[in-house]
């Protein structure tokens, strides 16, 4: 069989995100041709295996974009502005994992599963929802189908690993400090994060949502395409490497059961229904760290609301809240005739 195969690049590639998604390129058996990474200036040159190579990162900076057909973002908002426009410019499809571009209402925000018909209105761009979103998204959908979503309040428990790599570092430095019984110390996070929860995921606005509580409820309309969908968010950092995990609240328009959320739920392409209160099952994030599904559990309906239902939903921040999602992305282009490589390399 002859396949297309494609040059890629990841830029941020010795990120949190970055490795998960060259991981994910080879598991995944993406059609790849060659593959380039890119970090900052500071890990220019240093080494990288992959496939049973050895790959060299080199810095990302304009003008290298030239041979690339697409290529993945996850170096953060300002890598993006400064980059993509070349990259765009260049010929080669822009996956973003960043922040930068995602209400740019030119730019498609998309999650495979929800809105796939928004990938061919793109101009060289494609965004990926913030992870808490992401996540989230993948048990709400499923019943906003079922019901008729009016509005959502969500409280999120974030992990460490969504800061990125050195917030990893922190948490695991700080509980080793702790068993040895030395000074804790601290860089990434206002407070300690080790045995603490932080009532604030990025910084915070006038009306006293942080920015990450403001993402949600912007992402979650455009994403669903719902533009005045109403969301109350409070994003919490626990200490848990990684998946996230959120408790919804929300209203429907039409009457809701737990039997048929849970069979909306069982039905979607995105969520594991994991469900059974008497045996005590429900989805953690030890068990939905590397899943590509999100889990969904707790599902009742709310004692507060009329047509409300509550539930609680964990998923791979590093997976379905960025690497995967924006993998999935381009693999569905792919499947649609969406992304071509430029020049046609054959394997056989
Ligand atoms: N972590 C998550 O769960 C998650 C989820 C959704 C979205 N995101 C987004 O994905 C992006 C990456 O996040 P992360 O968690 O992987 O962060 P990270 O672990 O801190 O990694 C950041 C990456 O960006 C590179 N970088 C930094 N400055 C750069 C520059 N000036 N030029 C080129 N590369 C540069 C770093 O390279 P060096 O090693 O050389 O510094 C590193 O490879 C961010 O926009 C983040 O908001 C993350």
């Known amino acids: 069989m002859k396949t297309s195969s494609f040059t890629v690049a990841i830029v941020g590639a010795t990120g949190a995100v970055g490795q998960e998604l060259l991981r994910l390129l080879r598991e995944r058996n993406f059609p790849l041709g060659t593959l380039r990474l890119f970090a900052s200036a500071r890990s220019a040159g240093r080494s990288v295996e992959f496939g049973g190579k050895t790959l060299t990162v080199e810095e990302a900076r304009p003008g290298v974009f030239g041979d690339i057909d697409v290529a993945f973002f996850a170096a953060g908002g300002p890598v993006t502005r400064a980059l993509a426009p070349d990259a765009v410019k260049a010929g080669c499809l822009v996956i973003d994992k960043s922040s930068a571009l995602r209400m740019d209402p030119t730019v498609p925000l998309v999650i495979p599963e929800i809105n796939p018909q928004e990938l061919r209105r793109h101009q060289g761009i494609i965004a990926n929802p913030n992870c808490s979103t992401a996540v989230t998204l993948m048990g709400l959908w499923p019943l906003h189908q079922a019901f008729g979503l009016k509005r959502y309040f969500v409280s999120t428990y974030q992990s460490v690993s969504g800061t990125g790599a050195e917030a990893v570092r922190e948490l695991e430095g700080q509980i080793q400090s702790h068993a040895k019984g030395v000074p804790l110390t601290r860089k990434v996070y206002p407070y300690q994060i080790a045995f603490n929860v932080l009532p604030q995921v990025d910084t915070f606005g006038a009306n006293g949502y942080t920015g990450e509580e403001t993402k949600m409820m912007l992402e979650s309309r455009k994403i669903m395409g719902l533009p005045n969908l109403r969301v109350s968010a409070t994003c919490v950092r626990v200490p848990v490497v990684r998946a996230h995990s959120a408790a919804v609240t929300a209203e429907f328009e039409r009457p809701v059961s737990v039997e048929a959320a849970r069979a909306a739920v069982a039905a979607f392409s995105g969520a594991q229904l994991v469900d059974e209160p008497a045996q005590m ?68």
Do not use: H
């Open 281 to 348: 099952k429900y989805p953690t994030p030890l068990d939905f760290a590397e899943k590509v599904k999100c889990g969904v559990g707790r599902i009742r309906v709310d004692t507060a609301l009329e047509n409300g239902l509550s539930f609680w939903v964990t998923g791979d921040n590093l997976w379905k809240g960025a690497a995967l999602n924006a993998l999935q992305n381009a693999e569905l282009m792919i499947r649609e005739g969406l992304l071509r490589p430029k020049a046609v390399a054959v394997m056989t």
